[in-house]
C-alpha cells in the first residue's frame, strides 16, 4: 500500500512516541516528510529508524510554543517537501498535579505548547495547504477532553481547546477543500504517558506521589491486550491524512480500546 507516494507531509513531535510512530508509518507508504521536534537526538533517532527510508525524510527543530520558531520552521519545511499536502499535529507535553498546587505558569505552559502550539502550526500551514492535493490536517485532542482524567485539568482544558478549535476550522476551510479531524488517544503506552525521551511530545504525566488511583479504574481499556502502542493511534492518523480520508472532516476519532463506551 502506497497512499503516501508523491504526498507532503508535516508532523510535528515526530522525534518520538506516536509522533515517531507516524513519521515511519508515512514513510513506509511512500511519503516525503518533514519531521519536527525540539529534541535534536529524538530526531536522529527518528532518522536512524527510517534507514534506507531517509532519503525522503527531513527532520527540522521547531518548537511549537515559539512563534518564530513556528514560522521559520514551516517555511523551511514547505520549502523542502516543495510545497505541503497534509499536516499533523502531535507535538504535546502531558503533565499532573493537585489542581490547587498548580501554578498559573505551569498551566500557561501546557496551553501554550499544546493549543497555541497547534494553532501556530496550522496558522503559518493554511497558505501551503491551499495550494496542496487533498490537503488535510490532523490534530491530537486526547480522551480527557471528554472524560474525567484526574489532576490533569490543564491537559484537558487543552485538549478540548484542540477539539473546539478543529470544528471551528473544519467549517472555516470547507470551501478551501481543507479537511481538519482530530483523533482522541487514551490508554496508549507512548513516550508521552511513560515519560521517556526528551521530545514537546514526550512529557511524562509524574502524578502526585498522593494520587488516588482508585479514580483510574474507569481508565482502564476494554480489550484484554493492555495499553495499545503508538501503532495504534498512526495507523488511524495515516488513513486521515491520506486521500482515503477525503470525506472525513469536522470530527475526532477515539482510539482508546474501549476505555470509554
Do not use: C
Amino acid at each position: 500500500m502506497e497512499r503516501f507516494e508523491n504526498r507532503r507531509v508535516i508532523v510535528t513531535g515526530g522525534g518520538s512516541g506516536i509522533g515517531q510512530a507516524t513519521v515511519l508509518r508515512m514513510l513506509r507508504e511512500g511519503g516525503r516528510i518533514v519531521a519536527a521536534d525540539v529534541s535534536e537526538a529524538g530526531l536522529a533517532d527518528t532518522r536512524q529508524k527510517a534507514g534506507d527510508m531517509a532519503d525522503r525524510l527531513k527532520g527540522i527543530i521547531i518548537d511549537v510554543s515559539n512563534e518564530q520558531s513556528v514560522k521559520d520552521g514551516v517555511a523551511e519545511a514547505a520549502q523542502w517537501l516543495g510545497g505541503l499536502d497534509a499536516l499533523v499535529n502531535a507535538a504535546g507535553i502531558l503533565r499532573s498535579s493537585h489542581t490547587e498546587q498548580t501554578s498559573t505558569e505551569s498551566f500557561e505552559q501546557i496551553l501554550r505548547i499544546n493549543l497555541v502550539g497547534t494553532f501556530q502550526m496550522i496558522r503559518e500551514s493554511i497558505k501551503y495547504l491551499r495550494e496542496g492535493k487533498l490537503p488535510s490536517v490532523v490534530n491530537f485532542s486526547s480522551t480527557s477532553a471528554m472524560f474525567a482524567h484526574p489532576y490533569m485539568s490543564a491537559y484537558a482544558a487543552s485538549k478540548g481547546g484542540i477539539q473546539s478549535m478543529t470544528h471551528a476550522m473544519a467549517s472555516e476551510f470547507a470551501k478551501d477543500n481543507i479537511r481538519f479531524t482530530a483523533v482522541q488517544p487514551g490508554s496508549i503506552s507512548s513516550g508521552m504517558t511513560d515519560g521517556s525521551g526528551a521530545s514537546q511530545q514526550s512529557v511524562g504525566p509524574g502524578l502526585p506521589e498522593d494520587a488516588d488511583m482508585s479514580l483510574f479504574m474507569k481508565l482502564a481499556p476494554a480489550l484484554g491486550q493492555g495499553f495499545g502502542g503508538a501503532d495504534a493511534v498512526a495507523n488511524v492518523v495515516a488513513m486521515l491524512a491520506s486521500e482515503e480520508g477525503y470525506f472525513i472532516t469536522g470530527t475526532e476519532i477515539r482510539i482508546d480500546g474501549g476505555t470509554h463506551f
